[in-house]
């Protein structure tokens, strides 16, 4: 069993320079004790007792994140920990399980003045103690939080990249199908016999129908009856697949009038192929466009998440437009929105200029911060998110306001503090307020502002145009 001795103590790194008189006085105003393996030496919530220094064995620092054990570190012999001079915990975040029977000694938190005001170098050497733990836990906090981030998102995003990929494979399935009808239909074309004054006007016809910029919006009542003169229109002139060609123009805005201008100059028995034969590339040409749409659907994806962890730049500051960095958020969350039937109302102010910023970091705040107003939302099973910019003096502002319940008044104060969460245990990150007042104060000079009451939430972030 190891002697706790003031030379002992003089041993630990960060004691060594202390006098040997003044570790011999923390001794002496320290509480010993023994901890056997599995038990617990504080929990979230319990009154941190002084500062501890472990003699032997080995504890745990962890906290639960999404039901699961976050190990944040491993305390051995010589690790100094709990409260430090001029900290301001008063209560543990964090779970302490002894793993290896442990012997500590604590010296209370009421003797602190005694050594802040008569043992200086004790006192200097425990504030270094409590820089290097700040520093090492925002560290790893950062990196926590970023992974976080990305674990929020990723569900989301396999669901929104899965729908346009199986929406490319389908529509290639039934391009290839429907391409090896084409010989078919070519049998029929290759017969027919027009002038080629004629064959032009179906060509400039067909253009001037497809180039058509204004679609009509029909109601299901008005749908239902234009497909049906034009079916009747076909039936009439004895065309094959009617019920398809009717439906497939009425796509494209055909009209009965126009169908008549294409009688006009096409002999009656060979209208049934020349518009089976337009049918069949109208079909090709909207095939090809949905695998278009679901391919850059795909590809604006990627650009989001790119843009979003800002994967190809550097770590320092640039010049960038905040919407662009709100806009990939919602795009990486837009199934978390659908989910929840949020309605999103986006109210930016187009004379925003420019700022110098963090890009990736202010991308986890909006993050942060977009993801708790859904979160607050959730138990009215449909809301509103509105996100509005704007210039303020030498800043630019940004709002995040949602209609869930509210934060309560008695622990609004406390909401940016370490790990404080409202949201059920395991479920919510406990890092991310915290996360968004360090980046925007810390990183950028900024402010960050709260007002809620119930029905009404509002997160007010103002960032340095100049950085």
Avoid at 291 to 302: D, N
Avoid at 311 to 323: A, C, S, V
Avoid at 386 to 393: G, P
């Amino acid at each position: 069993m190891q002697t706790v001795t003031a030379e002992w103590l003089s041993s630990i790194e960060v004691m060594a320079d202390v006098p040997l008189d003044q570790l011999q006085w923390f001794i002496d105003n320290s509480l010993h004790h023994d901890l056997p393996g599995g038990e617990y030496f504080f929990k979230p919530g319990d009154p941190i007792k002084g500062t501890y220094i472990i003699v032997a064995g080995k504890i745990r620092l962890f906290m639960v994140q999404q039901n699961e054990m976050r190990e944040i570190s491993v305390l051995v012999a010589g690790d100094v920990s709990g409260a430090l001079p001029f900290s301001r915990g008063i209560t543990a975040n964090v779970s302490a399980k002894v793993i290896e029977d442990a012997t500590i000694i604590t010296l209370p938190v009421e003797k602190f003045r005694e050594m802040i005001s008569q043992h200086y170098e004790l006192t200097a050497a425990l504030v270094h103690v409590m820089t290097n733990r700040v520093r090492n836990f925002t560290s790893l906090q950062q990196q926590n939080e970023k992974m976080m981030a990305l674990g929020k998102l990723s569900a989301g995003l396999a669901h929104e990249l899965n729908n346009p990929a199986a929406a490319i494979v389908r529509g290639s399935e039934s391009l290839v199908k429907h391409l090896k009808l084409e010989p078919e239909l070519f049998k029929d074309v290759i017969n027919v016999r027009m002038e080629a004054k004629d064959v032009d006007f179906i060509q400039e016809k067909l253009f001037e129908v497809l180039g058509r910029k204004e679609k009509p919006h029909l109601t299901l009542v008005q749908r239902t009856e234009m497909e049906d003169e034009l079916r009747d229109w076909l039936g009439d002139r004895k065309v094959e697949n009617s019920d398809e060609i009717a439906e497939n123009f009425l796509e494209y805005a055909f009209t009965c009038d126009d169908m008549d201008q294409f009688h006009q100059h096409i002999p009656d028995q060979f209208i049934s192929p020349i518009l089976n034969w337009i049918n069949t590339n109208l079909v090709t040409e909207r095939m090809v466009e949905d695998i278009q749409e679901a391919s850059q659907r795909i590809f604006r994806l990627i650009q989001s998440v790119k843009n979003f962890t800002h994967m190809d730049q550097g770590k320092g500051k640039e010049l960038t437009d905040i919407h662009t960095g709100i806009s990939n958020t919602l795009t990486m969350m837009q199934y978390k929105l659908k989910k929840s039937h949020i309605e999103v109302k986006e109210e930016y102010d187009p004379r925003l200029p420019k700022i110098m910023a963090l890009v990736g970091e202010l991308n986890q705040v909006w993050t942060n911060l977009i993801d708790n107003a859904i979160d607050a939302m959730e138990g009215n099973g449909k809301g509103q998110l509105i996100l509005r910019t704007e210039k303020d003096m030498n800043y630019a502002k940004v709002s995040i306001i949602d209609d869930g319940a509210g934060i309560p008044e008695n622990i609004l104060s406390s909401i940016f503090d370490p790990f404080f969460t409202t949201k059920g245990i395991g479920k919510g990150t406990g890092l991310g307020l915290d996360m968004v007042m360090r980046i925007i104060q810390g990183q950028h000079h900024g402010t960050v502002k709260v007002n809620s009451v119930p029905g009404r939430t509002e997160f007010i972030v103002c960032l340095p145009i100049a950085g």
